[in-house]
């Protein structure tokens, strides 16, 4: 059974940086999407990054880009979502999710399947940015 894990997380003050991790336990796809999506409390689901990691190739939401980046380790198993410049409205409950196999995508594809709730999700970890 597929278990996506996120340690990590925490709080920050404005102008701060974290960085997320998520790991799946019985996952062993070499082609995979991986992603992250955050809600905060009151808004929808919003995506956030997302990387296919056979390229890679990858796709950042408009508040993300320029601030955010999303990588995977040499193995493709472990994908991280570097934040910098954090403001209080990064503040949300962050979600990791991942997909696999998948054959002849983009972190765009990537994206648009997390979207619509595809791939295993983890339970997600709070980030929070205080001002």
């Known amino acids: 059974q597929v278990r996506v894990l996120e340690p990590g997380g925490g709080s920050v003050q404005a102008g701060g940086s974290l960085r997320l991790s998520c790991s799946a336990s019985g996952y062993t796809h070499d082609n995979k999407c991986m992603g992250w999506f955050r809600q905060a409390p009151g808004n929808e689901r919003e995506g956030v990054a997302a990387i296919y990691t056979s390229g890679p190739s990858t796709y950042y939401s408009e508040s993300a880009k320029g601030r955010f980046t999303i990588s995977t380790d040499d193995t493709g198993d472990t994908v991280y979502l570097q934040m910098n410049s954090l403001s209080p409205e990064d503040t949300a409950m962050y979600y990791c999710?991942?997909?696999?196999?998948?054959?002849?995508?983009?972190?765009?594809?990537?994206?648009?399947?997390?979207?619509?709730?595809?791939?295993?999700w983890g339970q997600g970890t709070q980030v929070t940015v205080s001002s």
């Open positions: 999710a991942m997909e696999g196999p998948i054959y002849g995508g983009d972190g765009t594809y990537c994206y648009r399947r997390f979207r619509v709730g595809n791939g295993h």
